[in-house]
C-alpha cells in the first residue's frame, strides 16, 4: 500500500516543482529551458531528490542549475504551502541528462543508418 503512496506523493511533488520553475521563480539567471523529470521522495519524507534536464548553451545551464540551487528554500516553502505532507522535504536538486544522452545515441544510429545506405549504392 505504501508503495502507491510514495508513488503518488512523487507525482505531486513533481507536478508542483515544475509549476513552482515555470511560473513563480523570477530569477533573472534562469535562462535555459527547465524540464523536471523525476522526483524521489524518501519514505520519511524528509529530502526530495529532484532531476532535473537543462537545455541551452553550456553556460545558461551552469548559470540556471544555480539560479535553482540558491532559491531551493523558496521551491520548499512553496511545496509545504501546497501539499499538505507531515514534513516538508528538503529539495536536492541533481542534473538528469539522459536526454541528451538518448539524443547522441540517436544521432549516431543516424550517422549509421546513412553510412549503411551510403555503401549500398
Do not use: W
Amino acid at each position: 500500500m505504501s508503495k502507491y503512496r510514495s508513488g503518488r506523493i512523487n507525482e505531486e511533488v513533481k507536478r508542483e516543482i515544475s509549476s513552482i520553475i515555470q511560473n513563480d521563480i523570477k530569477d533573472p539567471r534562469l535562462t535555459a529551458m527547465v524540464s523536471v523529470t523525476k522526483v524521489e521522495v524518501t519514505r520519511d519524507l524528509r529530502y526530495a531528490k529532484v532531476f532535473i534536464s537543462l537545455f541551452g548553451k553550456e553556460e545558461d545551464k551552469e548559470s540556471s542549475l544555480e539560479a535553482l540551487k540558491s532559491s531551493s528554500g523558496f521551491i520548499r516553502r512553496e511545496i509545504g504551502q501546497r501539499i499538505n505532507l507531515r514534513y516538508t522535504p528538503e529539495i536536492i536538486l541533481k542534473i538528469d541528462d539522459t536526454i541528451e544522452q538518448g539524443m547522441h545515441i540517436d544521432n549516431i544510429l543516424q550517422k549509421l543508418k546513412e553510412k549503411k545506405s551510403n555503401d549500398d549504392e
